[in-house]
Nanobody, 126 residues
Framework: QVQLEESGGGLAQAGGSLRLSCTASGRTFSRYVMGWFRHAPGKEREFVAVISLLGSNSYYEDNVKGRFTISRDNAKNTVYLEMNSLKPEDTDVYFC???????????????????WGQGTQITVSS
């Protein structure tokens, strides 16, 4: 069982930056692929980024590529999402999620993830 808790959400202006953190309970954090998703009311949960077990590889949704950076610190049981050049359309609730590795392609579907945080709101004003 893994419990995830996000922090770092809030209000930013367009062009600004925010950093989200997601801290996991337990001692097996390094065994989980970690992802970030976002979800606006009435919409599907959207993939943002995913990072491999040791943090050496990552993959991004096209709309955030070059602006967002996912990273992890396994010693601190924490995954981060550095968000730069924020746009109003980035306004959303952001969730971190964990899954055990299964090989193959990057896990971009929310259905592949076993554990979820409670979400943190990001609001970007124009």
């Amino acid at each position: 069982q893994v419990q995830l808790e996000e922090s770092g959400g809030g209000l930013a202006q367009a062009g600004g930056s925010l950093r989200l953190s997601c801290t996991a309970s337990g001692r097996t954090f390094s065994r989980y692929v970690m992802g970030w998703f976002r979800h606006a009311p009435g919409k599907e949960r959207e993939f943002v980024a995913v990072i491999s077990l040791l943090g050496s590889n990552s993959y991004y949704e096209d709309n955030v590529k070059g602006r967002f950076t996912i990273s992890r610190d396994n010693a601190k049981n924490t995954v981060y999402l550095e968000m730069n050049s924020l746009k109003p359309e980035d306004t959303d609730v952001y969730f971190c999620a964990a899954k055990k590795p299964s090989g193959g392609a990057w896990a971009k579907s929310s259905y592949e993830y076993e554990y979820w945080g409670q979400g943190t709101q990001i609001t970007v004003s124009s």
